[in-house]
């Protein structure tokens, strides 16, 4: 039983929404902050438009999105398996028997 909750519980870390989430929120932060910081050359070269400013600020919506994608929408794990609904495992395979290994006495 704890060994299904952990693996519950990890197969909600590791969504592939959280991580995505999590990467654009921290990369749009350091884009924006960087977008705050920029020159009036830098400007100039991208005709008077803070392309850093812009694509920070999406890369943050975006990330946002998807966490709140995953808020609202969980990963719902399957439910655990019981012995007893599974039913008896297989019966032992050939030369498993008390005389598996002895020579023939033909």
Same mark, same amino acid.
């Given at each position: 039983m704890e060994l299904e909750g952990r693996s !519950?519980? %990890?197969? *909600?870390?590791? +969504?592939? *929404?959280? &991580?995505? /989430? !999590?990467?654009?929120? &921290?990369? =749009?932060?350091? !884009?924006?902050? %960087? /977008? #705050? #910081? &920029?020159? +009036?050359e830098d400007l100039r070269k991208a005709q008077d438009i803070n392309i850093n400013? $812009?694509? =920070?600020l999406s890369?943050? %919506?975006l990330g946002?999105? #998807?966490?709140? $994608?995953? *808020?609202l929408s969980p990963t719902v794990p399957p439910?655990? *398996?019981r012995e007893a609904e599974e039913g008896p495992g297989p019966g032992p395979g050939p030369g498993t028997g008390p005389e598996a290994g002895a020579p023939d006495a033909r």
């Open positions: !519950v519980s %990890a197969a *909600r870390l590791f +969504d592939i *929404r959280r &991580v995505i /989430g !999590v990467l654009f929120v &921290v990369y =749009g932060v350091l !884009v924006t902050l %960087a /977008g #705050f #910081f &920029v020159s +009036d400013l $812009w694509t =920070g890369m943050l %919506a946002l999105l #998807f966490l709140l $994608w995953l *808020r439910p655990p *398996r």
